[in-house]
C-alpha cells in the first residue's frame, strides 16, 4: 500500500494510540506498575517532526505511569488517557489545538481507533493491527506497532507535511 502524498500535504498534528501503535501490545507488571517496550526509533520520528513546528497528540484507553512519563519525556503537546471512547478527547483537543481533523494524522490499530481514522486526513494503521482498522486505513506501515512504525509515519509527515520543504 503507498502513501498517497496529497492526503499529508496539509498535515499539521500527528495523534497516536499507545498500545499496539507506540508499543508491541504487550505489557508486563513490576513494583506495582505496568511497563511496556517502546521505540527509540518512533522517539527520534516525533522529536523531529516536533522541532519541524508540527504538534503532537496522544489519546489512549490506557492509565499507567509508564505511558505518562513517555509522553512527557517525548514532549507531547497533547496527552489524553483512560480514553475508550476516543471521540470526545478528539473533539476536546480539536478545540484546545485550533487544528481541524482535515489538518491531522491519526495512527490507531484497533476498534476503538475507527472513528478517528475515519475523521482525519490521513488515517494509517500497523501491519498487525485487527482486520476491520486495516481495512479503512489510508496506510499500513511496513514496520510493526512499537517497532519503527510511528517513525515510518512521522517520515512521510516530515518529507511531505505542511511544514515540510518537499510539498
Do not use: C, H, M, T
Given at each position: 500500500m503507498?502513501?498517497?502524498i496529497s492526503k499529508?500535504?496539509?498535515?499539521k498534528m500527528l495523534?497516536?494510540?499507545v498500545d499496539g501503535v507506540m508499543t508491541d501490545t504487550r505489557i508486563w507488571f513490576?513494583?506495582?506498575?505496568?511497563?511496556?517496550?517502546?521505540?527509540?526509533r518512533d522517539g527520534v520520528g516525533i522529536k523531529r517532526l516536533t522541532e519541524a513546528g508540527y504538534k503532537i497528540a496522544v489519546i489512549t484507553g490506557t492509565k499507567a505511569e509508564d505511558v505518562r512519563a513517555r509522553a512527557k519525556s517525548l514532549g507531547i503537546h497533547y496527552f489524553y488517557?483512560?480514553?475508550?471512547?476516543?471521540?470526545?478527547s478528539f473533539l476536546?483537543?480539536?478545540k484546545e489545538s485550533g487544528i481541524s481533523p482535515s489538518e491531522m494524522a491519526y495512527v490507531g490499530d484497533d476498534i476503538f481507533d475507527i472513528p478517528l481514522l475515519q475523521a482525519v486526513s490521513f488515517g494509517a494503521t500497523v501491519p498487525e493491527a485487527v482486520d476491520e482498522v486495516i481495512e479503512i486505513a489510508d496506510y499500513v506501515t511496513k514496520r510493526p506497532g512499537g517497532c519503527?512504525?510511528?517513525r515510518e509515519v512521522c517520515d512521510y509527515i516530515?518529507?511531505?507535511?505542511?511544514f515540510s520543504s518537499g510539498r
Open positions: 503507498a502513501v498517497e499529508l500535504k496539509n498535515i495523534v497516536l494510540d513490576e513494583n506495582g506498575e505496568w511497563r511496556r517496550f517502546y521505540s527509540i488517557e483512560g480514553a475508550l471512547d476516543k471521540e470526545p476536546q483537543l480539536q519503527g512504525a510511528v516530515y518529507k511531505y507535511g505542511a
